[in-house]
């Protein structure tokens, strides 16, 4: 998705900016969209973005990467502008089709105490929620410790935080190889 060049539908690639913030920083929508110049702060010489989280009221303190500077300088320097989250919900899933994410993925759910079980084209499954998800999965399958991850996503809890892990059986017999766990 980084790379896919949308130039030719801003309002894509103006939604794709803010939903891949949310994969860089680990945040809600709510504390994602809509960032402020006036969010970041500098300490010890490093720019970070402070997000007082809307659900919990906690800080959060992350620095600001160069996946995120390179996104901000699209916007002079800044973060995009917020959108109202049925647009930005809807040109997610848009963009993400264009970009092809096209795979079918079963799905299951009760209805009327049946199971019901159908296959749905990956980019419909794609939510504002998912870039949370996203940021903490993949930083958990790179090995990186939990503890930092729940330190940016600002989970207070591991069970909570595990509930975030979207991963199959085999990445996360990886993910605790990676992690030291044999050594």
């Known amino acids: 998705m980084t790379n896919f060049d949308f130039s030719e539908n801003p309002s894509l690639e103006h939604a794709m900016d803010i939903f891949l913030i949310g994969c860089h920083t680990g945040q809600r929508v709510s504390d994602y969209n809509g960032l402020l110049k006036s969010d970041i702060e500098v300490i010890d010489g490093h720019n970070f973005i402070k997000i007082q989280q809307k659900k919990t009221d906690n800080f ?3 620095p600001i990467t160069e996946e995120i500077k390179r996104i901000m300088k699209k916007y002079d320097n800044d973060f995009p502008p917020k959108l109202s989250e049925p647009v930005l919900r809807r040109n997610i899933k848009n963009a993400c089709s264009k970009v092809g994410f096209e795979e079918m993925i079963k799905v299951s759910y009760t209805k009327g105490g049946k199971l019901v079980e159908k296959e749905v084209p990956k980019h419909t499954l794609i939510k ?15 090995g990186k ?8 996503s600002g989970h207070k809890t591991e069970r909570e935080f595990f509930k975030y892990i979207r991963i199959e059986k085999k990445q996360e017999a990886l993910a605790v190889l990676k992690s030291g766990f044999f050594n």
């Open 145 to 152: 410790p939990i503890q930092n991850i729940m330190l940016f």
């Open 60 to 62: 959060v303190h992350f």
């Open 128 to 142: 504002t929620h998912t870039a949370r998800r996203s940021f903490c999965t993949n930083h958990y399958i790179d």
